[in-house]
């Protein structure tokens, strides 16, 4: 059998709580932006098709917690990720500072094939924010912290205004979809697949 | 259930599973590339049926979740695939249910229902309610929030929110919700059960593992929170009421505990301000194991956010009371049969002040009313003794001395009741807090009774406190806080700022002699400040005197203590200083010289050795040099005693520099031009006595001398001090050569020079490079002075180097 060529394209946001995951992802997807703060629970995704390079590819966009106390089933959906976004908040130093952890974290935790070419893209958020005049993380800085990091893609964002989202998206998905592995194929381990292809019977109920 | 076992036994079981997963993706995905629905369905079905392990703990059951989840993915492509040949998905979905265990078949029909409300081909709300009620088929606590948090994965995008394309046929909001909300009971409700699965010995690791499921329950409110109808009515009504009732209901600690924090941060500020009485209202209804100050306490950060990120919610908080409410409720938790621990307590209630600040930056009565709460709700366990409770308490008094005027906060009604349930040590600590604030903000404390209040306040620092040790590393540390607080008392009143200073002495005297040393010489010259500011701002001279005389003499007996204590070196300089603003500022003669012989009673009685008198000499001669308001006689009297002190001195050297500076007693300088004749009264013209000089000059090359010989004998020859001395002693010729003292004529100078000359082509000289350096620099002042051009170059042309 073939290998499916492979039309899913796996992505992690991931940051501090409060610098606009949930928003930036809203306003990607749905074209959406509340300004109520609602933390979000737990992970989960959204999905959205996308046209990278005349191929048609949809995007499963996963959307987490950023605290801890609701991030209590761990990480297991980092796995099979085919690209990372950091986001961070360019009005506040700390959520800047965070992004190391954020992105070692990941790398542990996912633990892909080639840890030092693995695709992130770093979003600074609500440039909007008063005007930009609390800003409190430069551009040049953040530009250094990826150029350290091997050269991260940098945007500076709003999803509240809509300012590079889609762009940002754009190359989120062209960068995960360079990183795009043959899809782990199983193989049965003995020739007779009638033999195997049977289904084991269970007992008991649910 | 899931039974103890490693860590590796679970990620083989895991591995297991994962593989079977695959397997049965692998013939599933064959199947479908062969288009045998029949046989994709027989191996997803298979596939699905691993999530029936009995034994993985959850987070494991998760990653197997995810596994199975991303292959459903495929199915899903395939059963659109399906539709497109002609199949219905009404056909798919009876299809499905053919499968023969219920797990499987309930996620094959979550699958297929997705499609089918995509397709608009049946309203999403039948479909919904259909399948929420049709998962109620697994009862089995991991397997049934798993599937159900399938069953929301897949539908999450359409449910018949407003401005949905499946609003209207499908449905309204109200489906969304209600379909959400029976999921979350249902859920709910599973999870709840598996605490009662658990015998007394699995309790831990039971307890464990609903923690970490809690997100597959709470997640649900975030869909609801994510609707975009959901409004303050909707959610008011719709939403809270009905979620609160499951939480009360569940009669469940951990479930209640973590539900109040989802509702309180997974919706919106504004609907908390519009619900507070519901969200306080059911605290006194949850279990006894519910830390319910942990509850109010994330709400009061959450709302205190919200105030500083927009003043102009401020209004909204007033129109709800929300201080109010808040603040019973805070006081209510602790009201609570069971004991809170004190650090909890104080934990809520500096999240109550922080609240405050943030809401109501200007309202010190209501921090007032914290810190009474605190109190009454901490009383009862004073002193505090927790650690925790502790620092917190240290931090809460902290909080308002930051963003406050320090005084005004000590002045709170409560805020020293609050004090006084920490123990000594932290009472100190917060002693030390309350000073370096003071001092941080320069803020003058300037009245007697805030002084009173001050120095209650800091009293473990002031004197010796029961039950706390003080000679420990920080004393010195804590006791120059004291010291440069003295400096805060001040009033614009010269009197009452003497008050002021006297009182705090009172309080200083508890301290005994080990903080007197530190503390009474500041309290006296800030007092010799005081002198020069009564003098320059009382018009009435003879008022001035007065009040100068009066100050005075405190300060003559602070130095008298000083001295007692003993601390003879700082009480005599503090006589001198005190001797030169007598002179200088105010003019009193008579307190000037008595305070003179006061210190030199102390330098015969009480210097302990002679490197101390050498430094407690130099000060007497250079405060005597700069006195004027000496008369010939009392003057006479003074540096006849200095003189006579130099001269027994113990060291050949430190004689000689002493009588040289002796010699300058007798020289002290004009007036500045400025000044005029416009002299104060009482002052005496300078004295300009070129005999003396030369007498103390003259004696001073002779005590280099006699060292020279000395040494001599003591150590052949090869010690270069008395050269030194020389050198020195050439200096001071130059300074009087330069003044024009009669006395020092250009062939005295001219013989000293040679005399200097020669004693530096000694060979131990010239090895000695600071004596060189000195020398050389003296050789240069004179090329220079001749260089100049002006009168005093004429005057050196003579002299031959
Ligand atoms: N001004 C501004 N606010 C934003 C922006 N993005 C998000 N926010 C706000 O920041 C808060 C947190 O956003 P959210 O997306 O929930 O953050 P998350 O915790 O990272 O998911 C919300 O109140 C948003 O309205 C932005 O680009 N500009
Ligand atoms: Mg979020």
Redesign the interface.
């Known amino acids: 059998?073939a290998a499916?060529k492979r039309t899913?394209l796996k992505v992690i946001i991931l940051g501090d709580s409060g610098v606009g995951k949930?928003s930036l992802m809203n306003q990607y997807v749905n074209k959406?932006f509340s300004s109520?703060?609602?933390?979000?629970?737990?992970?989960?995704?959204?999905t959205k098709e996308v046209q990278v390079e005349d191929r048609s590819v949809t995007m499963q966009i996963w959307d987490t917690?950023g605290q801890e106390?609701?991030?209590?089933?761990?990480v297991?959906?980092y796995?099979?990720a085919d690209c990372c976004v950091l986001v961070y908040d360019v009005n506040a130093q700390k959520t800047f500072e965070n992004l190391e952890t954020w992105r070692d974290e990941f790398l542990i935790q996912a633990n892909p094939n080639d840890p030092d070419n693995f695709p992130f893209v770093v979003l600074g958020n609500k440039v909007d924010f008063e005007g930009g005049k609390n800003r409190q993380v430069v551009e040049k800085r953040a530009k250094q912290w990826c150029a350290q990091k091997g050269g991260i893609p940098y945007f500076e964002t709003s999803a509240k205004e809509d300012i590079n989202v889609d762009a940002a998206f754009q190359c989120i998905a062209k960068n995960a979809l360079k990183n795009e592995t043959e899809e782990e194929m199983?193989?049965?381990d003995t020739v007779d697949m009638n033999a195997?292809?049977a289904?084991?019977r269970?007992t008991?109920?649910? | 259930m899931v039974e103890a076992m490693g860590l590796e036994e679970q990620a083989r079981l895991l591995q297991e599973a994962g593989n079977?997963v695959?397997?049965?993706?692998?013939?599933m995905?064959?199947a479908m590339?062969e288009d045998n629905l029949r046989e994709a369905l027989?191996?997803s079905?298979?596939l699905l049926?691993e999530l029936?392990t009995p034994t993985l703990t959850?987070?494991r059951y998760?990653?197997l979740y995810?596994q199975a989840f991303?292959e459903l993915?495929?199915l899903q492509a395939f059963f659109r695939e399906e539709r497109r040949k002609g199949r219905s998905y009404a056909d798919l979905y009876e299809l499905v249910q053919h499968a023969g265990?219920?797990?499987p078949r309930l996620y094959l029909l979550c699958t297929v229902g997705s499609c089918y409300i995509r397709s608009k081909e049946a309203p999403a709300k039948s479909v919904l309610k259909d399948l929420v009620e049709m998962c109620k088929?697994?009862q089995?606590p991991i397997?049934g929030l798993f599937l159900r948090s399938y069953l929301c994965?897949v539908s999450?995008?359409l449910l018949p929110d407003v401005g949905s394309e499946f609003e209207g046929d499908g449905g309204s909001i109200s489906d969304a919700i209600e379909f959400l909300l029976i999921n979350f009971a249902e859920m709910n409700k599973l999870w709840c059960r598996m605490q009662h699965h658990a015998s007394g010995r699995d309790r831990d690791r039971r307890e464990q593992e609903r923690?970490?499921?809690?997100?597959?329950v709470?997640?649900n409110?975030?869909y609801v929170?994510?609707l975009?109808g959901l409004d303050f009515a909707l959610y008011q009504e719709g939403v809270l009421a009905r979620v609160m009732d499951q939480i009360v209901s569940c009669k469940d600690a951990i479930a209640q505990q973590y539900l109040m924090?989802?509702v309180i941060?997974?919706?919106?500020?504004?609907f908390h301000l519009g619900t507070l009485d519901s969200l306080l209202g059911i605290l006194p209804d949850l279990q006894s194991g519910v830390q319910v100050h942990v509850v109010v306490s994330s709400l009061l950060d959450r709302l205190a956010r919200f105030a500083a990120s927009d003043k102009a919610v401020v209004d909204t908080f007033n129109q709800v009371d929300a201080f109010g409410k808040l603040t019973r409720a805070a006081a209510k938790v602790t009201e609570s049969e069971n004991e809170v621990p004190s650090g909890d307590v104080v934990a809520m209630h500096a999240a109550l002040l922080s609240f405050t600040g943030a809401v109501y930056p200007d309202r010190l009565d209501l921090v007032n009313k914290v810190l009474t709460s605190a109190y009454q709700a901490l009383e009862k366990q004073a002193p505090i003794k927790d650690a925790k409770a502790e620092k917190l308490l240290v931090q809460l008094l902290s909080t308002p001395l930051d963003n406050y005027d320090v005084v005004t906060v000590l002045e709170l009604a409560n805020y020293p009741s609050v004090m006084s349930l920490l123990r000594p040590a932290k009472r100190k600590e917060m002693a030390v807090k309350i000073c370096q604030t003071i001092l941080r903000q320069r803020t003058l404390v300037s009245s007697m009774e805030k002084v009173e209040m001050l120095l209650d306040f800091i009293s473990p620092l002031v004197r010796d406190t029961e039950g706390l040790e003080d000679d420990d590393e920080f004393f010195e540390e804590e006791q120059n806080l004291l010291a440069r607080l003295v400096h805060q008392l001040v009033s614009q009143d010269t009197d009452e700022h003497f008050e002021l200073l006297r009182a705090a002495r009172d309080r200083f005297n508890a301290g005994g002699p080990k903080r007197l040393r530190h503390t009474l010489a500041p309290l006296a010259f800030a007092a010799l400040r005081l002198v020069r500011t009564i003098k320059e701002g009382t018009a009435d001279s003879k008022k001035a005197d007065g009040a100068c005389k009066t100050v005075l003499q405190w300060i003559h007996g602070v130095a008298a203590q000083l001295a007692e204590v003993p601390a003879a070196e700082i009480a005599l300089q503090l006589y001198l200083q005190a001797a030169h603003a007598a002179s200088e500022v105010a003019c009193l003669e008579l307190i000037a010289y008595e305070f003179f012989e006061q210190a030199f009673i102390l330098y015969e009685e009480a210097i302990p050795d002679s490197k101390a008198e050498v430094t407690a000499l130099q000060s007497i001669v250079g405060v005597l040099h700069r006195c004027r308001v000496f008369t010939a006689e009392s003057r006479d009297t003074l540096v006849h005693k200095a003189t006579g002190y130099s001269a027994k001195l113990l060291k050949k050297p430190d004689q000689c520099r002493a009588v040289c500076a002796c010699s300058h007693l007798f020289w002290q300088e004009l007036p500045a031009e400025e000044e005029g004749d416009d002299v104060a009264e009482g002052v005496q013209p300078p004295v300009r006595d070129a005999d003396n000089v030369m007498v103390c000059l003259k004696r001073a090359l002779k005590i280099a001398n006699s060292a020279q010989q000395q040494l001599a004998v003591v150590l052949k020859g090869d010690h270069t001090t008395p050269v030194m001395l020389f050198v020195e002693i050439l200096n001071h010729y130059l300074f009087y050569f330069e003044q024009g003292n009669p006395s020092i004529t250009t062939s005295v100078l001219q013989s000293l020079l040679e005399l200097v000359a020669n004693e530096m082509a000694n060979e131990n000289c010239q090895k000695d490079e600071a004596l060189l350096a000195f020398y050389n620099s003296t050789r240069n002042h004179i090329a220079i002075q001749k260089d100049k051009g002006d009168e005093l170059a004429q005057k050196f042309s003579s002299l031959q180097l």
């Not at chain 1, 109520?36 to 959204?46: E, P, S, V």
């Open positions: 059998m499916r899913l949930t959406k109520q703060y609602k933390a979000t629970i737990g992970a989960d995704f959204l917690a106390r609701f991030q209590s089933l761990g297991a959906f796995r099979g199983y193989i049965p195997q292809s289904p084991k269970r008991g109920c649910c | 079977a695959k397997r049965n993706a692998f013939f995905k064959k590339d027989r191996y079905a298979t049926g029936r959850p987070q998760y990653e995810m991303n993915t495929h265990n219920v797990l088929g697994v089995h397997r994965q999450r995008g923690q970490q499921l809690a997100d597959l709470g997640r409110l975030t929170s994510q975009d924090q989802c941060q997974g919706f919106p500020d504004d």
